[in-house]
């Protein structure tokens, strides 16, 4: 019988091939691969008349074989490189483990449902790992590997609930937390997950509120059912809001603002027509004074004269008097 050996985290394991197995983060009587870029179920290996396939199970991060993405079903043979998110998976024809490799245990996943997850998971008749949700026990579903209907099994013994676990004192061997990513050091206090088997900080376990593996029944495990949850994850509330009115009444004609721009062109055309010919009177007055001291006609030039000033300066104050005293002077002039 072919051998598998296992390089992760610093260790070693090996692996002897009779049957199918079953390979991801939660693969139950599987290769175990405790790591984020795993998927739950990332590949399998089944026997066909001529040896051993593997075939990758829609992983999010893929199956790499001698650094190609593995496509479809590929036979294995001897010196088969095989990595599955940070592990590395080796193939040999081989019918025992070389010395000083330990045995990593596992089960065979043949036709038989296991609960897994939160769920069942259970074989196409193509080979292919599927899972499914507890309430589609006994219905069908569509297999996404080789497109046919295939029904989900009942679970071999009733459902239980999952007892919240305690962490445990002590960690006996070096792991890494899959929370935090940090090692447990030995002897250091830890969690395992009764339902995937993740190994985790107890602070990490009690701070996460259970496991952390996504589809895990064990998820939030130690939140207590039916309390109130934070604020923050529920849905906001749909409150009553004011109607607001929306005034469609058009806007009165800027009255003011005309009177303004009249009082301007009123005052510039008052000046042209009126201010400048008296003021131009008046200095044509004063000369014909000067030149002409003796003549009979200076008491009607200056009255002249005198009317043009007056009307010259009269016009002049009226509009100055009519820009300070209207309610859009300048702002200086409100003080």
Same mark, same amino acid.
């Given at each position: 019988?072919?051998?598998?050996?296992?390089?992760?985290?610093?260790?070693?394991?090996?692996?002897?091939?009779?049957?199918?197995?079953?390979?991801?983060?939660?693969?139950?009587?599987?290769?175990?691969?405790?790591?984020?870029?795993?998927?739950?179920?990332?590949?399998?290996?089944?026997?066909?008349?001529?040896g051993f396939y593997i075939a990758d199970a829609d992983s999010r991060t893929g199956?790499?074989?001698?650094?190609?993405?593995?496509?479809?079903?590929?036979?294995?043979?001897?010196?088969?490189?095989?990595?599955?998110?940070?592990?590395?998976?080796?193939?040999?024809?081989?019918?025992?483990?070389?010395?000083?490799?330990?045995?990593?245990?596992?089960?065979?996943?043949?036709?038989?449902?296991?609960?897994?997850?939160?769920?069942?998971?259970?074989?196409?008749?193509?080979?292919?790992?599927?899972?499914?949700?507890?309430?589609?026990?006994?219905?069908?579903?569509?297999?996404?590997?080789?497109?046919?209907?295939?029904?989900?099994?009942?679970?071999?013994?009733?459902?239980?609930?999952?007892?919240?676990?305690?962490?445990?004192?002590?960690?006996?061997?070096?792991?890494?937390?899959?929370?935090?990513?940090?090692?447990?050091?030995?002897?250091?206090?830890?969690?395992?997950?009764?339902?995937?088997?993740?190994?985790?900080?107890?602070?990490?376990?009690?701070?996460?509120?259970?496991?952390?593996?996504?589809?895990? $029944? =064990? #998820?939030?495990? @130690? %939140?207590?059912? /039916?309390?109130?949850?934070? !604020?923050?994850?529920?849905?906001?509330? &749909?409150?009553?809001?004011?109607?607001?009115?929306?005034?469609?009444?058009?806007?009165?004609?800027?009255?003011?603002?005309?009177?303004?721009?009249?009082?301007?062109? $009123? =005052? #510039?055309?008052? @000046? %042209?027509?009126? /201010?400048?010919?008296?003021? !131009?009177?008046?200095?044509?007055?004063? &000369?014909?004074?000067?030149?002409?001291?003796?003549?009979?006609?200076?008491?009607?030039?200056?009255?002249?004269?005198?009317?043009?000033?007056?009307?010259?300066?009269?016009?002049?104050?009226?509009?100055?008097?009519?820009?300070?005293?209207?309610?859009? !002077?300048?702002?200086?002039?409100?003080?």
């Open positions: 019988m072919p051998t598998l050996i296992i390089e992760h985290a610093d260790q070693v394991h090996g692996v002897v091939l009779d049957g199918r197995l079953l390979i991801g983060r939660a693969a139950p009587g599987g290769i175990v691969i405790p790591d984020p870029a795993v998927s739950r179920i990332h590949a399998w290996i089944d026997r066909t008349a001529s199956t790499i074989l001698a650094d190609v993405p593995l496509r479809g079903r590929h036979t294995l043979v001897e010196g088969d490189v095989i990595r599955v998110g940070p592990a590395t998976i080796r193939y040999h024809d081989q019918t025992a483990l070389p010395e000083g490799i330990v045995r990593m245990p596992t089960a065979h996943a043949h036709d038989l449902a296991i609960s897994a997850a939160g769920g069942i998971l259970f074989a196409c008749t193509c080979g292919a790992p599927l899972w499914a949700p507890l309430e589609w026990e006994g219905r069908s579903g569509k297999c996404a590997h080789c497109g046919q209907r295939t029904p989900v099994p009942g679970l071999p013994r009733p459902r239980r609930p999952q007892a919240v676990p305690q962490p445990q004192r002590e960690s006996h061997e070096t792991q890494t937390c899959s929370i935090c990513q940090w090692k447990i050091e030995l002897g250091e206090p830890r969690t395992d997950c009764p339902t995937c088997g993740l190994t985790f900080h107890a602070e990490c376990w009690q701070e996460n509120k259970g496991c952390s593996a996504y589809g895990c $029944a =064990s #998820v939030n495990a @130690l %939140v207590e059912k /039916g309390s109130e949850t934070d !604020a923050a994850s529920q849905p906001n509330a &749909i409150t009553e809001v004011s109607p607001v009115i929306i005034d469609e009444t058009p806007e009165p004609f800027p009255v003011e603002m005309a009177l303004l721009g009249g009082s301007v062109v $009123a =005052s #510039v055309i008052g @000046l %042209v027509a009126f /201010g400048l010919p008296s003021l !131009a009177v008046a200095v044509w007055g004063i &000369i014909i004074a000067v030149k002409h001291r003796t003549d009979r006609r200076m008491g009607l030039i200056a009255g002249a004269v005198a009317f043009s000033l007056l009307g010259c300066g009269a016009g002049l104050w009226l509009s100055a008097f009519k820009w300070l005293h209207h309610p859009l !002077a300048a702002p200086w002039q409100h003080g």
